[in-house]
């Protein structure tokens, strides 16, 4: 794993610190409907608040492209930050960086926190600007990074910053980067990739990857269709790419050389509609009705996927394994998530699951607690499987300034 510095290893008593948060959450109607990257990001505002710092919290929300724009302004996150860091106050600038934001930060005592607007009201954010990241710089003494769900971003709060000020990981940038490490770096073996979503042809990186890094590859969603029609099955009227054919294949031969065994569906749900609780069929994965749709892996395969679950000593998750949203064809994913959540339980198996649907499913299934690791990134966690190195993590790794005493 890529070194970097963690809070433990900076003194930030009576010093500014900017700490880089990840407040893009879903909001509904000014209200939050999901706050668990603010509760995820708390601990770290807790620590630097207990070790004495002035706080400045920054993110991005939305992408209202670089200029002001209510729609997006951080001012309704204010509330539900103070309420996930024990109803603390938290000063607001309503903008980032200049006279406003000088005149917040100027006012903080140690032990205090403020809250920037929105990074990406300005253009500089986006752009990696030198100078916008100066602009930000001057505002604190030292920087912490804890938005691994916008790592994958060269964005000038994310990697130009990092190198002007000392900087560190947050805690939940530190978690974020264990658990992956752990998963897929020096895992304890067999490692089981579960695959799931629509498409093959936006995880082809992803699949390459993985197929290099684990002893089993499990896939269902309708990317599941476009491997079995590659491997000459019919699929009726499923989705699937049809003009991914050699991709697809080439995956196939690829997982066979690296000695990565393959678990495709052996059995489906069945319905000539995507609608709620409409009637539905199992049927063996050659007998797939031309009129009919693959929604859901089968009772054959979700069999399969937990012999291979036992097997398995590691997992990485992402994807769901059928039409998940719309009942009854969530019961695959739901079943297969239960049994992630015993194995880790009983101490059998390290799981790590990311991205958001894949999120939505294990929260369906009741068992986002019993995982080992559950990310808070969707994009990010999904360039992390794809290989890739991703500048916020660079940024952080990169011999920056000192840390001074
Ligand atoms: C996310 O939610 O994926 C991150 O916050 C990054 O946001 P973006 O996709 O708008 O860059
Ligand atoms: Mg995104």
């Given at each position: 794993?890529?070194?970097?510095?963690?809070?433990?290893?900076?003194?930030?008593?009576?010093?500014?610190?900017?700490?880089?948060?990840?407040?893009?959450?879903?909001?509904?109607?000014?209200?939050?409907?999901?706050?668990?990257?603010?509760?995820?990001?708390?601990?770290?505002?807790?620590?630097?608040?207990?070790?004495?710092?002035?706080?400045?919290?920054?993110?991005?929300?939305?992408?209202?492209?670089?200029?002001?724009?209510?729609?997006?302004?951080?001012?309704?996150?204010?509330?539900?930050?103070?309420?996930?860091?024990?109803?603390?106050?938290?000063?607001?600038?309503?903008?980032?960086?200049?006279?406003?934001?000088?005149?917040?930060?100027?006012?903080?005592?140690?032990?205090?926190?403020?809250?920037?607007?929105?990074?990406?009201?300005?253009?500089?954010?986006?752009?990696?600007?030198?100078?916008?990241?100066?602009?930000?710089?001057?505002?604190?003494?030292?920087?912490?990074?804890?938005?691994?769900?916008?790592?994958?971003?060269?964005?000038?709060?994310?990697?130009?910053?990092?190198?002007?000020?000392?900087?560190?990981?947050?805690?939940?940038?530190?978690?974020?980067?264990?658990?992956?490490?752990?998963?897929?770096?020096?895992?304890?073996?067999?490692?089981?990739?579960?695959?799931?979503?629509?498409?093959?042809?936006?995880?082809?990186?992803?699949?390459?990857?993985?197929?290099?890094?684990?002893?089993?590859?499990?896939?269902?969603?309708?990317?599941?269709n476009?491997?079995l029609?590659?491997?000459?099955r019919e699929v009726g009227r499923s989705?699937?790419?049809?003009?991914?054919?050699?991709?697809?294949?080439?995956?196939?031969?690829?997982?066979?050389?690296?000695?990565?065994?393959?678990?495709?569906p052996?059995d489906a749900v069945v319905?000539?509609?995507?609608?709620?609780?409409?009637?539905?069929r199992?049927v063996a994965i050659d007998a797939v009705p031309s009129n009919m749709m693959i929604?859901?892996?089968g009772?054959?395969?979700?069999?399969?996927?937990?012999?291979?679950?036992?097997?398995?000593?590691?997992?990485?998750?992402?994807?769901?394994?059928?039409?998940?949203?719309?009942?009854?064809?969530?019961?695959?994913?739901?079943?297969?998530?239960?049994?992630?959540?015993?194995?880790?339980?009983?101490?059998?198996?390290?799981?790590?699951?990311?991205?958001?649907?894949?999120?939505?499913?294990?929260?369906?299934?009741?068992?986002?607690?019993?995982?080992?690791?559950?990310?808070?990134?969707?994009?990010?966690?999904?360039?992390?499987?794809?290989?890739?190195?991703?500048?916020?993590?660079?940024?952080?790794?990169?011999?920056?300034?000192?840390?001074?005493?």
């Amino acid at each position: 794993m890529a070194t970097f510095r963690t809070l433990d290893d900076i003194e930030v008593r009576g010093r500014r610190v900017l700490l880089r948060a990840d407040l893009n959450v879903p909001v509904k109607d000014g209200a939050v409907t999901d706050a668990t990257r603010i509760e995820r990001l708390a601990p770290t505002i807790e620590a630097l608040i207990d070790r004495g710092a002035k706080v400045i919290v920054m993110s991005h929300f939305g992408r209202p492209r670089g200029k002001p724009d209510p729609a997006f302004s951080l001012q309704p996150l204010i509330m539900p930050l103070r309420r996930a860091i024990a109803g603390r106050e938290v000063a607001f600038a309503a903008d980032c960086i200049g006279d406003e934001a000088k005149r917040v930060v100027a006012a903080l005592q140690p032990g205090q926190v403020a809250l920037l607007e929105n990074l990406r009201f300005h253009e500089g954010e986006e752009a990696n600007s030198p100078d916008f990241a100066r602009a930000l710089a001057e505002l604190g003494e030292i920087y912490v990074d804890d938005a691994f769900s916008a790592a994958h971003r060269a964005h000038a709060s994310i990697a130009a910053l990092a190198r002007l000020l000392p900087s560190a990981a947050g805690k939940l940038m530190e978690a974020e980067l264990k658990a992956l490490t752990a998963a897929l770096e020096s895992p304890m073996r067999p490692v089981l990739a579960l695959v799931g979503g629509a498409k093959v042809s936006t995880k082809l990186d992803l699949l390459r990857f993985l197929i290099g890094k684990v002893d089993l590859l499990a896939i269902g969603g309708a990317m599941a269709n476009t491997l079995l029609l590659a491997e000459g099955r019919e699929v009726g009227r499923s989705i699937c790419e049809r003009d991914m054919g050699e991709s697809a294949q080439q995956i196939l031969v690829l997982a066979r050389q690296r000695n990565c065994r393959v678990v495709l569906p052996e059995d489906a749900v069945v319905a000539d509609q995507l609608t709620p609780g409409i009637a539905t069929r199992a049927v063996a994965i050659d007998a797939v009705p031309s009129n009919m749709m693959i929604l859901d892996i089968g009772a054959e395969t979700i069999a399969r996927i937990g012999a291979t679950l036992d097997e398995a000593r590691t997992l990485v998750w992402n994807g769901p394994l059928g039409a998940f949203e719309t009942p009854p064809f969530d019961r695959g994913t739901l079943a297969i998530a239960k049994k992630v959540g015993e194995r880790t339980q009983a101490g059998k198996l390290l799981s790590v699951a990311g991205g958001g649907d894949t999120v939505a499913a294990l929260a369906a299934a009741g068992v986002t607690e019993e995982l080992s690791y559950v990310s808070t990134a969707g994009g990010a966690f999904l360039e992390w499987l794809e290989g890739r190195e991703l500048p916020g993590v660079a940024a952080l790794s990169a011999d920056g300034p000192g840390v001074g005493g």
